[in-house]
């Protein structure tokens, strides 16, 4: 392979998108690991933009219910929306490819993560130790040091990928029937769909059903824009959470003499 025909700076480019998605923390939970800010700096970075917010936006729709909640480690949305991005743009393949290819990427580098989580955890006592002794420098020394142990293997992942991976990637979606690419074009739809039943499973609850399938009418029998149901459903919490934490001024103490504070 001759090297003048590897993409070195747009991988290079493209790794730096991945380690500003894993400055997330760093910059105290901004967003930036989202795949709607991601996947477009890839598009800019690789000179098809539009590309990318359309493959941001279908990516986020996918994960937007993916959290993560204590010591659990979820699909790594990072990488799997950069080097989806980056593979569907370079292959010109658009979005269904970028649906395809980052689902999988997510889950093989979900392990990559597990496996240097469990690394960082061996330096949690000599963390404690330091606390105690109040060497804060050190502390901050750690802290960086184990932020680049996560966000420097999934730099070279997304280099190594961008630089090989287009080439195979083409000679791979050469040899996928059509009836195949057909039924990934049609799955490509649905997982949109999961993506927001993961989101409403984790807010489903009974006090809501009532505005989710109002939602849903206006949608269908009145044709009102999703922006216009957001904005209705932003009011419609901002009310309920003003007269739902109203004080009972007038009858601050209930039948067995305990003070109520709240109606």
Not at 28 to 42: E, F, H
Not at 106 to 121: A, D, E, G
Not at 128 to 140: C, H, I, P, T, V
Not at 201 to 222: P, Q, R, V
Request: net charge neutral.
């Amino acid at each position: 392979m001759d090297i003048a025909t590897l993409p070195i700076l747009p991988a290079f480019l493209v790794s730096l998108v991945t380690l500003l998605g894993y400055c997330d923390y760093v910059f105290a939970g901004s967003m930036l690991n989202r795949p709607l800010v991601l996947a477009p700096l890839v598009g800019w970075v690789l000179g098809d933009i539009n590309a990318g917010i359309l493959m941001g936006a279908s990516l986020e729709l996918v994960f937007m219910g993916v959290v993560t909640i204590g010591s659990a480690t979820p699909p790594d949305t990072v990488t799997g929306s950069v080097l989806g991005t980056a593979l569907a743009i370079m292959t010109h393949q658009g979005v269904e490819i970028a649906l395809t290819l980052a689902l999988p990427i997510s889950m093989l580098t979900q392990s990559l993560k597990i496996f240097i989580y469990t690394l960082r955890s061996s330096r949690m006592s000599k963390a404690m130790r330091l606390a105690e002794q109040g060497n804060y420098r050190a502390m901050e020394r750690m802290h960086w040091g184990l932020f680049f142990l996560l966000a420097i293997p999934m730099m070279l992942v997304t280099w190594f990928t961008v630089m090989l991976g287009p080439n195979a990637v083409r000679q791979v979606l050469g040899y996928v029937p059509q009836v195949v690419m057909d039924g990934i074009a049609a799955a490509s739809q649905i997982l949109p769909a999961i993506g927001f039943a993961l989101l409403l499973k984790l807010l489903w609850n009974k006090s809501i059903i009532a505005f989710f399938y109002l939602g849903f009418l206006l949608s269908t029998l009145f044709h009102t824009s999703i922006l216009g149901i957001a904005l209705l459903g932003a009011i419609i919490a901002l009310v309920m959470t003003q007269n739902g934490a109203k004080p009972n001024k007038n009858n601050p103490t209930d039948d067995d003499g305990e003070i109520t504070i709240y109606e």
